[in-house]
Structure formats: C-alpha cells, structure tokens
C-alpha cells in the first residue's frame, strides 16, 4: 500500500468514495433527510398554529361582539338574556353559575383526593396499591356524557329524596359528580408528588418517634405541597372548563345566585346550549358565545400557568 | 415526679396511636367512596341497559319510538370521526415529537414548543369546537363534515399523543443511536431503524390513550355543528353525522323513561370500547416496563 493511499485512508477520502460507490453520491443522500427533517418541523410547528387559531379566533370574533355589546355591560351587569327579544348581556351569571359548580366539584374532589393520595402513598401495601390505581385510572378515563347520565338519572334522584325542595336541574349534583370525575387527577398528581419526597424524610421522623399519622401530615404533605397545590389548580381548571355534565345536570338557566338547589347555567353549558339551538351564525346572539369562550380560555389559561408557578416556583429540590 | 411524666406520655402515645387510626380510617373511607361512586355508575348503567343491548340495537338507526331505535349511524360516525382523528393524530404527534427529541433539543423554538404543548394540553376542550367550527367549517369551508370533526379531534388529542411519544423516544438508550451513527447510518435511518421500532410500544400507549380520549368527546363536536339526529350512515368525508357520546346525550336529556334505557345501553356499548383500549394500554405499558428495566 502506497504512502499516498494510506494517508487517504487516514483522512476518509477513500471511506467517502467507497461510500458513494455503494450508496450513491452525497447529495442524494442527504437531499431526503433535509425533506424529512422540514416534514418534521411542521408536524411539530402544528401545534403553534393551533394556539395562533384559538387566540386569533376568539379575539377577533370577541372584538366584533364588543362592538355591538359594551365591555362594561358585559362585565356590569348581572342578567344574561342573549336568547330574549329583551336582551341583556350581563356575564355574571354564568360565571356564577360555573363557579358554583367548579367549588362544589373541589369541594368534594379536594379531600377525598388528597386523602386517597394519602393511602396509596403512606399506607397501601403494594400489593394493594397495584389493584386499586389502576381502578382509579379507569375513573379518570370515563367519558363525561356517562357522568353527566349518572348525575341527572342517579344522584339527582337520590338528593331529591333526601331533601325534597331540590330541583331536576341542580348545581349540587352536577358538582359531587364532577368531584367523582376530577377526583382521580387530583389523587394520582398529589400522590406523585408524595412519592418523590425522599425516604430519608420519613425515616428521620420515624426515628425522633412520629406516629404515620404525623409524618404523613407534619413531613410529605409540606414537603410535596408544591406538587399538590400545582394538582389542586389544574383540576380546578379543569372543573370550570368540564361541559357534558353541567350541560346535562345543572340546567340551562343563567341565575345569579350560589343556591346549590336551583338550575342554574354554567359558561360552557351555555356555549353548548347556543351550538344545539337554531341561532343563525352571524347574529349578535350566535357572537355571544365567543364572548363567554375568551372568557373560559383566559380563566383556565390563568390558572393553569399559575399551576405550572407552583411547580417551579416552590419545588424543594432534594439531592 | 418520673412516675408521673412517664404516665402523662403513655397517655398522650395512646392519644396519638388513636387519632393515627382515625386517619387511617379516614384515608381508607375516602378510598372507598370512590370505588364505591364506580361501583354504583357501572351497576346503575348495567342494570338499566343491559336489558336494551341486542343485535338490532346496534344496527338500527334512530327513531322517535325508543324501541326501534339503534346507534348505527352513531358507531359508524364514531368509527371514522376518530379514525381520521386518531389517524392524523399519530403523523402530526410522532413527528412533533421526533422532530422535539431527535432534531432540536435545546433550541428555543423547541422550547417555545414544549411550553405551547404543556398549555394546549390544559385548554377546555369545548374551546377546540369552537376553533373547528370557525376555521374547518367556516373558513375553510368543510361544512360540519366527519372531515371537520376528525381535524378538530386531531388537534384535541394532539397534545397527548406528542407528550407520550416524547416520552417513549426519550427512555430510547443514547448507546443504541451512536452504535447506528458508527455504522455510518445517516440521522433518518437512525430514527426510522432503531428509534422508531424500539419506541414503538410506548408510543402505542400513548396513541391508545388518545384515541379513548378522542371516543369520549362531545362538547366540541357538539360545538362544531355535529347533528343530534342522524337516520344514515356517513357515506364519504363531506357527509354529516354524529357519535355515540352525542347520542347518548341526546337520549339522556330527554324525558321519556325508554329514551334513557338507550341512553344507559349505548353507554355500555361506549365503556365496553373503551375499558378493552384502556386493558390493552395498561398492559402494553407493563410489557414495555420489564423490558426497559430488563
């Protein structure tokens, strides 16, 4: 072998020729994976246009309904009666409405989660655990319309048994059914972050002589609080954005009012309510219903970055 | 004075072994409130529909008389609305994440990527119907079509397909690409030889999870115009149509008592889907695990 070729070889010249022989020149090569690679990029660019889509579309068609309805009417007045010929576009009362629900639905999902994240991370043997994750899994994975089924033909019924004055249409149904439905997220995001509180954590409590009860609630539920405030918010978030079993539950009727008993109407119930009727698109009614849709994105839009905050802003960070 | 501090500790022990019982009950009870709300939603549906469920029920179409009314038109609107949904989904999502976790790690558009993603994930899905329905139906002018509603389901579960593909692409060991890129595998070939086919079952979970997701959404296609009533079948891309979960609202929210057996007998037929996916997730997710750790 000549001085010459073995210095090819070091430098790959000889490599890179041996290569186009097999495998063609490089341009041909290549040119297919700078496609793919752009191909790539605009399959992961689709979910940008997708918030440019929802932001421009709300905005544009909300500032176009600010032009016929005053902002401070919108956010003045307390009675909702798009649908009437006496119109009055007041958005109080669906707020109220979905905040009534959304806080009955924490209500019923915040210490059942907390407490179920509590079992399956302090107590549950193993073997125990493995079943009943996966059963609460399959909770999370039921589609609203059944729970919103379960809640107007099952609990309704039951409540109006209790207590007789409740009507078909109720906020307190809708909201212990919505808990049912978020409760699952709330357990299984607490108890993650229950889960990565160190051992050591515990075991030094053990040692000064904590009883479970209060490494539980005096050492993991303090140390992994971020995680479960940041748990708490999204479900919230996720209560106020839930539709079917308002829709079906609650009523489609906007009163300002936090009574539990009577039908009310919730933001998305009413979005849904205007998508099912025969309001021609176009007219100031129809227009509404992208009005109280900015209004539903920038409220769980708040709050699920402030979720995200928690998580950064208060994780204590273990070694 | 020893005898007596040595007392007041038994006491308070005692006290404190007490109250840690009491809130182990307590945790336990909270436990099983919620197993038993499953309990009864299954045994509540079951015992209304299953009486309902028959072969006729699953091949007729709706009908003013709820015992002559089926979910065909439901099943199949279901069946392509998801297909074309789910289908779309796994192209835009795997590339997303390939592109994410292969091409652009560090760079700021990947991160102003995954900032957008974590905050598409958490936006309420009715808020999708309405973005479908001005920019499929409107704008674009597909009309409120299994076309429409498939692309808007598509973006819906977008986010979880892209997440769970990241994840499986991510457990993929670094070891495995740079024994390919020695071989002198170009990057595609890398990804498409060995990435791909070892990532393969996570991101089959995830494309599951998607899918049962994408089955139980009603609020947006309500939204985007679906119909409530439909006596055909969906005959092309362009039909109209609707699907289980619109059905069954339909039949839920009216007053007749037969209306509401055929409501709880297509829940059935909806969960029985669905359970089957989220069996096949799990333990698709199992098997995937032990090889990881194996």
Known sequence: MSFSSIRQLATGEAIQRRIEQIAGPRWRRYLPERIIKL????????????????????????????????IFEFLGSTRWTPLFSSKSFGVWPLITGTMLTSVGAMLVALPLGLLSAIYLAEYAPDRVRRVVKPIMEVLAGIPTVVYGYFALLFVTPLLRQIYGEISVFNGLSASIVMGIMILPMVSSLSEDAMQSVPRSLREGAYALGATRLEVATRVVVPAALSGIVAAFILAASRAIGETMIVTIAAGQNPNFTLNPFVPIETMTAYIVQVSLGDTPTGTIEFKTIFAVGLSLFVITLGMNLLSQYFVRRYREVYE | MAVIAQTDFQKRLNRRRLNGRLFYALCLLAVVIALAMLAALLYNVLSQGLTRLSWDFLTNFPSRFPDRAGIQAALLGSVYVVGLAGSLAFILGVGAAIYLEEYSVRSWIARIIQVNIANLAGVPSIVYGILGLEIFVRFMELGKSVLAGGLTLALLVLPIVIIAAQEAIRAVPPSLREGGFALGATRWQVIWNLVLPYSFPGILTGMILAVSRALGETAPLIVMGALTFVPFAPDGPLSRFTVLPIQIFNWTSRPQEGFHVNAAAGIIVLLVVLLTMNAAAVYLRNKFQNRAHG
């Open chain 1, 39 to 70: 191909f790539l990029f605009l399959c992961a660019t689709t979910s940008i246009f997708t918030t440019i889509g929802i932001v421009s579309v709300l905005l544009f068609e909300a500032v176009l309904f600010f032009q016929e309805v005053s």
